[in-house]
């Protein structure tokens, strides 16, 4: 059984930095295009950025692009999100996702597997 669990979230002031982790479990971590999506107060749950198998190819919302920076450690079953320049709009609960396969994805239906989130606030 597939187990993502995020961590790192928490309560930023406009224009500082948070680094989020995602730790996997239950796969073959090598095997799948990881994904950060995050989710907003009244929101639909929206596409952040994705990182395919080996690190070689990445996709990134217009909205962060230039300000986060997504990567992966094979050895550590592990995926990050380094956000920078953080904004209130960035404000939203950031789930990690997981998808079979080594193509890159961004779609919120593509991917199989999802963590349980962590908050991230950014305040003015």
């Known amino acids: 059984q597939v187990q993502l669990v995020e961590s790192g979230g928490g309560l930023v002031q406009a224009g500082d930095s948070l680094r989020l982790s995602c730790v996997a479990s239950?796969?073959?971590?090598?095997?799948?295009?990881m994904g950060w999506f995050r989710q907003a107060p009244g929101k639909e749950r929206e596409f952040v950025a994705s990182i395919t198998w080996n690190g070689g190819d990445s996709d990134y919302a217009e909205s962060v692009k230039g300000r986060f920076t997504i990567s992966r450690d094979n050895a550590k079953n592990t995926v990050s999100l380094q956000m920078n320049s953080l904004k209130p709009e960035d404000t939203g609960v950031y789930y990690c996702?997981?998808?079979?396969?080594?193509?890159?994805?961004?779609?919120?239906?593509?991917?199989?597997?999802w963590g349980q989130g962590t908050q991230v606030t950014v305040s003015s």
């Open positions: 996702a997981a998808k079979v396969g080594r193509a890159i994805y961004a779609s919120r239906a593509s991917f199989d597997s």
């Open positions: 239950g796969l073959t971590f090598s095997r799948y295009t």
